[in-house]
């Protein structure tokens, strides 16, 4: 969505509610193509939703209908820009959500007597589909009761310039650092916070609901914003995570990735059922709401070219960050080892991504038996992106174990504020050259369905045996905070990007429901 002028009164609005047979126009387009009522409104829907000038459908280039004209143009390509422009008809209905659109302010248009249309629309397609149609629709408005508080409490808490609701530090409770960071992070995840504020859990502990880690979970978001800027203590955190996941028990420095996903993994097993051990992420719990993507890998065969597909589920991502297991191979035979190794490392985010979904060659020893084939065949396997979650993770592997020594990579990695997965998708293999470009139209607001932010770093400072955590966030927009501990200071964005990188957090720009 365009940010030029927010949703200031237009007056190509107020010019167009003037003229009766407009509204009738937005009455007409809202009921056939945004609610679709009626089979024959559904039917009308599915044959006709397509850009009038290049024929495409609805989704990814995003329809607007004109409200001068009967007209359907792409809101990615332009052709809804272009149609305005010529014809001078600067007002369009996004035909997902029923957004006003104004081509001459470039922003979408918030209008109380077109929203109150809209929403006359939307109940009266409530009645047909049933309540529930009404949760991806309706926005929250008071009660009579909630008003009725409003009015006697006339003087409400006013947050200084120098504090901010959600911004609190966390003592730390002995060698806790790698939780107090993870905790900041999963805090400041826009989706998980809109959660728990709005008290959606429902806890399944049947005998002792003071065990479930997704209440106690809720219980920290309302500490959090609360408004106290004092620092708070998570001992009934610790308590439950130490109860839960034994292996992160007592005060020993843990590590702050296996800290991440050992907490994703309880509260998704607590959103479920408070009582099953299943680890499953097929389920439509917050966790995997939110966290949850698909990653497809595809074995080729080298003889037939039979390609075998498996999706799996993952929470985040871990890339390597030193030479890859063919470089290593390579440079045992070779005598410029130096050049080799530093030509094969990874230098940016970008890098570790395009050589995750790099088609590897598996070799003679890791033949594997071809359904076609019937017999064990030399082959090839890539990695990529069937399905995005909406909190993209990523964890650089700086910690290196083998027999012989543990060490950390200390290399720096730049990651971007803005990040676009397009190329890293199944459907768009081969586009890994496109990575510049394609980042720069995220910069510059191009809409793209797979464009991601970033809102808080991990960073790791010390050796493998000594450390400390620290984390960035993300504050309201382009606020950006250190947290180490309970000392909480103001950052720059440029600080967050020079920093070291340990787990990159990336939320999407543009949601669309299901």
């Keep these: 969505m365009d940010t030029n002028c927010g949703n200031k009164s237009c007056s190509h609005v107020e010019s167009f509610k003037s003229n009766r047979g407009s509204i009738k126009n937005f009455k007409a387009i809202y009921s056939s193509f945004v609610i679709a009522i009626s089979p024959e409104a559904r039917k009308r829907k599915a044959q006709g939703m397509m850009c009038s000038t290049c024929g495409q459908y609805n989704h990814p280039v995003r329809l607007h209908a004109c409200l001068g004209c009967i007209f359907f143009g792409c809101y990615v390509k332009k052709h809804i820009h272009e149609h305005a422009k010529a014809n001078k008809h600067p007002l369009a209905m996004d035909l997902t959500r029923g957004y006003v659109y104004c ?24 009645k047909v589909y049933g309540p529930t149609f009404l949760q991806y629709y309706s926005s929250w408005e008071p009660t009579l009761h909630e008003l009725e ?47 728990f504020l709005s008290d959606k859990h ?11 880690l997704v209440c106690e979970m809720s219980r920290l978001f309302q500490e959090f914003y609360s408004g106290k800027s004092t620092p708070h203590i998570p001992y009934r955190l610790l308590h439950l995570v130490w109860t839960h996941a034994r292996h992160l028990a007592g005060y020993e420095q843990q590590d702050a990735h296996e ?32 966290f949850t993507g698909g990653l497809q890998s595809d074995v080729v065969c080298q003889s037939c070219k039979g390609v075998s597909t498996t999706i799996d589920p993952f929470w985040d991502i871990s890339l390597d960050l030193g030479p890859s297991l063919y470089m290593r191979q390579q440079l045992a035979a070779s005598s410029t080892t130096q050049t080799c190794c530093e030509e094969s490392e990874p230098k940016s985010l970008l890098d570790c991504l395009e050589r995750f979904t790099r088609p590897e060659h598996l070799g003679s020893s890791a033949k594997i038996k071809c359904s076609t084939c019937q017999i064990n065949q030399e082959s090839t396997k890539q990695l990529s992106m069937e399905r995005l979650p909406i909190v993209a993770s990523f964890h650089l592997k700086r910690f290196e174990h083998s027999n012989r020594f543990h060490k950390k990579i200390s290399t720096f990695i730049s990651f971007p504020q803005y990040l676009d997965m397009t190329p890293f998708m199944a459907s768009k293999r081969g586009c890994q050259s496109n990575v510049n ?52 200071t103001r950052a720059s964005v440029q600080d967050v990007l020079d920093s070291e990188g340990y787990l990159l957090f990336y939320h999407k720009e543009f949601l669309e429901y299901e």
């Design 103 to 126: 081509y001459l302010c470039r922003n979408y248009i918030y209008d109380n007597d077109l929203e109150k249309i809209a929403k006359e629309k939307r109940l009266k397609a409530a």
């Design 149 to 195: 508080v409003l009015k006697q409490n006339p003087q409400r808490k006013r947050i200084s310039d120098n504090s901010y609701i959600g911004l609190r530090g966390l003592i730390n409770l002995g060698n806790t650092c790698f939780m107090n960071c993870i905790v900041q992070a999963l805090t400041h995840t826009p989706l998980l916070r809109d959660y």
């Design 437 to 488: 470009m394609l980042n720069n139209e995220c910069v510059n607001g191009t809409f793209n369905e797979n464009k991601y932010c970033l809102f808080a770093v991990v960073n790791h400072s010390g050796t493998i045996e000594t450390g400390h955590y620290t984390c960035y966030i993300r504050q309201q927009r382009d606020q950006w905070f250190k947290c180490d501990d309970h000392i909480i």
């Design 259 to 290: 800290f991440f996903i050992a907490t994703l993994d309880v509260l998704h097993r607590h959103c479920t059922n408070g009582n099953s051990d299943n680890n499953s992420h097929h389920c439509n719990c917050i966790i995997d709401q939110i």
């Design 202 to 212: 429902i806890c399944q502990f049947s005998e002792d609901s003071s065990m479930c």
